[in-house]
């Protein structure tokens, strides 16, 4: 919620993930993120780069049509008149969006704990997906974001069986 357009560096491609967006009390408020982990610079793949793009024209066509009142707040993600979303709005659109589509519900934050998972079933090594992730411990990533499944367990247990082959 607090990536910012100059955090976002389309020629060098990639996307530097240094602010976040919390609610403290009635406010809103832009700060860094939370550990130093946290603060890191990722690839701007593919899909990301093109769906930032389409971000960034749209916004532009927003800004035309709220004309004077439109509040230029630098980030990426805004309301129609640009101020920051409101985290409960963002998930209360996204539980909406979840039934729409008669999938399981999840909150947003749970996205991340998917993430790691696939990260783990793509074979991304453990440190990486630490770093992708932004934790400050690995532990963290290991213990709390990494669900094991029977899928990967059946695949080591054949490889241990394959010793003995």
């Known amino acids: ?8 560096d389309f020629d060098e491609g990639h996307v530097n993930i240094r602010r976040e967006l919390v609610r403290v009390g009635t406010e809103l408020h832009h700060g860094p993120v939370k550990t130093r982990a946290g603060n890191r610079s990722l690839p ?7 769906t930032l793009e389409i971000q960034r024209g749209g916004q532009k066509i927003r800004e035309e049509e709220a004309g004077k009142n439109r509040v230029d707040t630098g980030l990426v993600f805004t309301t129609k008149s640009g101020r920051p979303i409101e985290p409960r709005n963002l998930a209360r659109s996204f539980a909406r969006i979840v039934a729409a589509n008669k999938l399981r519900s999840i909150r947003v934050h749970d996205l991340r704990h998917t993430a790691a998972s696939l990260l783990k079933k793509l074979g991304v090594a453990p440190r990486d997906a630490m770093e992708i992730l932004g934790h400050s411990r690995i532990s963290v990533t290991m213990e709390i974001y990494t669900y094991g499944d ?15 082959e």
């Open 1 to 8: 919620m607090g990536l910012r357009w100059v955090d976002v």
């Open 44 to 50: 701007l793949l593919g899909v990301v780069r093109e």
């Open 150 to 164: 029977g899928e990967s367990r059946q695949d080591a247990l054949k490889k241990v069986n394959g010793l003995f």
